[in-house]
Nanobody, 123 residues
């Protein structure tokens, strides 16, 4: 299994970024996917998850209404659209593949991880 995350960078507060994670080596349509993040000096935390068919999505409370997770089964890619970014969104963002079809906010529910992409929100 390989997960290649991209799309991170430096953005001003209020700006937008779209993260992508290209997946390979497993049956993409059978598993939920998630995005996590780890800020400097903090524990990794769940940001968003999406079910196997895209029918359900879940978000960290602090990103609801600003972030949107989506998936493209034809391209085997999961996206995280991030709008109205805040300095507290600064972190390394990781994509992950769940052990089953339904998303979870628990790290234990995921067993494959990408390498991470850095998002810095600063003026």
């Amino acid at each position: 299994v390989q997960l290649q995350a991209s799309g991170g960078g430096l953005v001003q507060p209020g700006g937008s970024l779209r993260l992508s994670c290209e997946a390979s080596g497993f049956n993409f349509v059978d598993y939920a996917l998630g995005w996590f993040r780890q800020a400097p000096g903090k524990e990794r935390e769940f940001v968003a998850g999406i079910s196997w068919n895209g029918g359900r999505s879940y978000y960290l409370d602090s990103v609801k209404g600003r972030f949107t997770i989506s998936r493209d089964k034809g391209k085997s890619v999961v996206y995280l659209q991030m709008n109205s970014l805040k300095p507290e969104d600064t972190a390394v963002y990781y994509c992950a593949v769940a052990r089953g079809a339904w998303a979870s906010s628990s790290e234990d529910a995921y067993h494959y991880w990408g390498q991470g992409t850095l998002v810095t929100v600063s003026s």
